[in-house]
């Protein structure tokens, strides 16, 4: 009888050479059986949750709607109720929950997944609602700080927490939209 010369087989992981009869690779000791994709359900968990791009559309809505909301609360209800003054401070932290708000709204009535448009809509919101609540627009819509007052840098710190807190809230509104996840199988 000839003799068998054994056959060599390349890894699956590292490409080194192995002969046919070895369960375990010589260079890099993987298993030498075919490696094949595994898709847990954690990570199919974790990909149900992933966004998968940008939408123009989303984010005029988005913008839309963060900006009728801030508008509404900040520039419209202290000149209606005169009482209210939503100077400095009080402003901008009442801005935070606007926007959380908001990104809660815009998160429940978009198809899909939207995390990303909210928050680059609250981030062109916050820019004239900064200016607003810090000058006035030069006394045309308001006088701006008078008793009240606050470095502009704390306003751009209160600004980037709104944008965070818009971020939360449309990740709450996504999973409001979504329901409950799948239940694990054992």
């Known amino acids: 009888m000839a003799d068998k010369k054994p056959s060599i087989v390349n890894c699956p992981a590292c490409g080194a050479k192995n002969s046919s009869s070895a369960k375990r690779c010589g260079s890099c000791g993987s298993s030498m059986a075919e490696l094949e994709p595994v898709v847990d359900e954690r990570r199919e968990r974790e990909r149900r949750y992933q966004q998968e791009g940008f939408s ?6 988005s913008f839309g709607v963060e900006a009728i909301l801030t508008a509404a609360i900040i520039v419209a209800l202290p000149q209606a109720i005169g009482a209210l003054d939503f100077e400095g401070y009080y402003g901008m932290s009442l801005t935070i929950p606007v926007w959380f708000l908001g990104g809660v709204l815009v998160g429940l009535i978009s198809p899909g997944k939207t995390f990303i448009e909210p928050v680059v809509a609250t981030l062109l919101i916050a820019m004239p609602t900064v200016f607003y609540l810090y000058n006035g627009f030069f006394g045309v819509l308001g006088p701006g700080q008078t008793v009240r007052t ?27 939209q979504m329901g409950p996840p799948p239940k694990p199988t054992t």
């Open 56 to 61: 123009v559309l989303w984010a005029a809505v």
């Open 150 to 176: 606050m470095p502009v840098f704390m306003y751009i710190i209160m600004s980037f927490i709104g944008v965070m807190f818009t971020l939360v809230g449309s990740y709450v509104g996504e999973r409001i």
